[in-house]
């Protein structure tokens, strides 16, 4: 079996403070500590200390309870921190249908270096697989999400990926010049799974989508299509997006779409 984490977090190992998020991301500062005073993969660890630092500071809510969560895509088994006391610490079915799509058409992606920004990555099953893939990710969502997102994020991609996945807070809608400025932002995918559903930032998101376009952005996203609200939503994003259904899971209501932004 292949996996992405290191022999701390191995299934059945003990090792103290390693069940809390706080305590493994200690314990792999440690290590890289450890690894660098003995002149040994000195570079793997100039690699990973900054990262370890600037990802620190987004600390997991303190729900009641976290299930781990296994998942395989991309030939690598995933292990999900999961909490069904959030919206946002919960794997949704689109989330799953976009990780087979991006396992499925990795050849034709093409994510080798390519820059992918998630808008709404929950507990980030979708960021990792792009990971995994070969993406520079920058994950996002509301600021109570990140904690888990990066303690799941560093868990599943440290050691194993290209390049470590960056995690940003993203308020739909909000401060968006200001925080992506486009000057210095251009992804190649921007990526959404279940970000439609039933709430009252549907405008907000679909400004999100438009303004992280631009010309050569493919947007990729995936949603149960579970209301009415939904359908609607997705009749306003084709009047701003180049609309291709790529792909259909009747058994979860899935559905995946390609958008790229109608320029004028």
């Not at 009252?200 to 995936?222: E, I, R």
Request: hydrophobic share 40%; with cysteine; proline share 4%.
């Amino acid at each position: 079996m292949d996996v992405c984490l290191s022999s701390a977090q191995q299934p059945g190992h003990r090792g103290e403070g390693l069940s809390s998020p706080g305590g493994w991301l200690e314990a792999e500062k440690k290590g890289a500590s450890q690894k660098d005073s003995t002149g040994g993969a000195l570079e793997e660890s100039n690699r990973i200390e900054p990262s370890l630092h600037s990802l620190q500071k987004f600390v997991p809510t303190d729900y009641a309870s976290y299930t781990q969560e296994h998942y395989r895509f991309a030939g690598k088994e995933i292990v999900i921190q999961e909490s069904i006391e959030s919206y946002g610490a919960v794997v949704w079915p689109g989330a799953t249908a976009l990780c087979q799509y991006l396992e499925e058409h990795a050849e034709e992606l093409n994510f080798q270096d390519a820059k992918i920004l998630e808008i709404g990555a929950g507990p980030g099953l979708v960021s990792i697989v792009a990971s995994i893939l070969g993406a520079q990710v920058t994950a996002t969502d509301l600021p109570d999400v990140l904690g888990n997102l990066q303690y799941n994020l560093l868990k599943n991609t440290l050691r194993c990926t290209a390049h470590l996945p960056e995690v940003k807070e993203l308020v739909w809608g909000e401060d968006l010049d200001k925080n992506f400025p486009k000057s210095a932002f251009y992804y190649d995918y921007v990526l959404a799974s279940d970000v439609v559903y039933h709430h009252y930032f549907l405008d907000k998101l679909l400004t999100t989508m438009v303004y992280l376009s631009q010309p050569g952005t493919v947007l990729l996203w995936a949603n149960k299509f579970r209301f009415s609200t939904d359908y609607e939503f997705l009749d306003k994003f084709k009047q701003v997006f180049d609309t291709t259904l790529l792909a259909e899971y009747p058994e979860s209501s899935v559905k995946l779409f390609k958008g790229i932004l109608k320029w004028d």
